[in-house]
Every structure is written in C-alpha cells, then in structure tokens.
C-alpha cells in the first residue's frame, strides 16, 4: 500500500524566492506538504528534525552550499534511514555527476524544473525507500 502524498513532507532547500515559490507551489499542487530551508545549514537542520520524504537540494547555496549539507546529513543518518536527495541544478548534470554522487545526493532535477518531470521522480524516489524498508 503506498503513501499518499498528503502524509508525505518534502524538504525544499533552495535560496533563491522565486524558484522557492515555484516549487512550492508545484509540490503543493500535487499534494505533498512543503518546508523550506534557505541555505545548507538550515537544511542540515530540518532534516535532523526528520520526517521528511525526500529532500530537493539546491546545488548553489550561501553559508553551505547543497554538497556539503548533503554530505553532512549522509553523515547523520542511521541504518535504515537515508533519505532521497534529489540535486536541483541549473548547471549541466553531467558535469556535476560525479561531485553530487560523492556527496550521497541520489538523483537530479534539472532547473527549470518540468512538472511532469518533478512529479516522475518523486514518486520514483519516495517509492524506492519504502521498498527498501
């Protein structure tokens, strides 16, 4: 039985407003509750709060840029606990592949973002960790 994704929550750090309030307003559209942190370190902390179904990271972020506050919540973790970590990014993916994989970020998000996309690859993600469950 899947979650629906009005019990999901999803982690948005990103820190430029105008892309927050579109991918808030996406994610709210399709039914998932929203929080946002505007660099790595608040990300960092959201997520040691917890609860959270999968995490959009900004790449490029002041104070801690999306690498490190990945890194840092890879390294909080416990068994049986990571989190989908999708990498927001306006740059190539392919020259960032390497780098976000290093990191613990699981996939990519292309900016602009595309719906549809957004949509595929959360219910990908968030499906693939409750499986691994």
Do not use: H
Not at 21 to 29: D, G, N, R
Not at 30 to 51: K, L, S, T
Not at 89 to 104: D, H, K, L
Not at 106 to 118: Q, S
């Amino acid at each position: 039985m899947s979650e629906s994704p009005q019990s999901m929550a999803i982690l948005v750090a990103e820190d430029n407003p105008v892309n927050q309030k579109i991918i808030v307003a996406m994610l709210t559209k399709m039914g998932y509750r929203v929080d946002v942190a505007i660099n790595g370190a608040e990300a960092v902390e959201a997520a040691d709060r917890g609860g959270y179904a999968l995490i959009l990271m900004d790449c490029q972020m002041p104070v801690m840029d999306g690498y490190e506050a990945t890194k840092a919540i890879r390294g909080r973790e416990t068994t049986g606990t990571r989190v989908p970590i999708l990498a927001l990014s306006a740059n190539s993916i392919g020259e960032q592949r390497e780098r976000c994989s290093e990191a613990g970020i699981d996939d990519f998000v292309a900016k602009p973002i595309r719906y549809e996309l957004l949509q595929e690859k959360i219910v990908q993600w968030t499906q693939a960790s409750r499986d691994d469950r």
